[in-house]
């Protein structure tokens, strides 16, 4: 059943928290398909109107809460503990906490339609893969210049296995790693394969 609110008139970061609110439970309840932007106006208290100035569709609304919810999550981007296993193990972590309840589905909602819309994979590749790729690479520059890692190139496919592992679990489970597993994957998956050097 919709969960609505009396429409008010709320602009700003009251307005987008209220909307991307609506949007998850709206997502979580209906699937992305079913979706409508007429029901998280009803649930955010707020008119349609407000919501096409800011999003086209429903798919563009559901991308715009999820990388804004994760960009939230991690400010600046970049996650230094003092060492490459407690990186990746925070980053990870961060990552496995929002991907539970209604961001999960959303997240696994977004990758079923990314397989049908070239442009929201795209998209969704710009504004979140790549991100974490960039955060992995730092964080190996910082590994290599403490000596825990050997100095050499690092295939990108390697820099993908971290999100990659998560997110395909959340996919095929439904929910995403718990702590003793994202320790599994980092020390007998990623750090081995961060310490193997890339094929000439």
Not at 27 to 50: C, E, F, H, Q, Y
Not at 67 to 94: C, F, H, K, Q, V
Request: proline share 6%; charged share 25%; hydrophobic share 45%.
């Amino acid at each position: 059943m919709s969960r609505s609110c009396p429409v008010t008139r709320r602009r700003g970061e009251v307005l987008r928290e209220a909307v991307f609110e609506a949007a998850l439970a709206e997502i979580a309840d209906n699937g992305l398909r079913g979706a409508s932007m007429d029901r998280i106006a009803r649930r955010a208290g707020t008119g349609k109107s407000a919501l096409y100035r800011r999003w086209p569709n429903v798919r563009a609304l559901a991308l715009d809460v999820f990388i804004s919810t994760m960009e939230e999550a991690l400010p600046d981007g970049d996650t230094n503990t003092g060492s490459l296993r407690g990186d990746l193990l925070s980053s990870l972590t961060t990552l496995a906490v929002h991907l539970e309840g209604d961001l999960g589905i959303v997240l696994r909602e977004l990758i079923s339609e990314g397989a049908h819309d070239p442009e929201l994979g795209a998209e969704f590749q710009n504004r979140f893969g790549l991100r974490k790729e960039a955060e992995v690479a730092a964080m190996l520059q910082r590994a290599m210049a403490r000596g825990e890692i050997p100095v050499h190139p690092v295939d990108p496919y390697v820099m993908q296995v971290p999100a990659a592992m998560v997110v395909h679990q959340l996919v095929l489970s439904g929910r995403p790693p718990t702590a003793a597993e994202l320790e599994h994957i980092i020390d007998a998956i990623v750090l081995p394969l961060l310490r193997v050097p890339v094929p000439a």
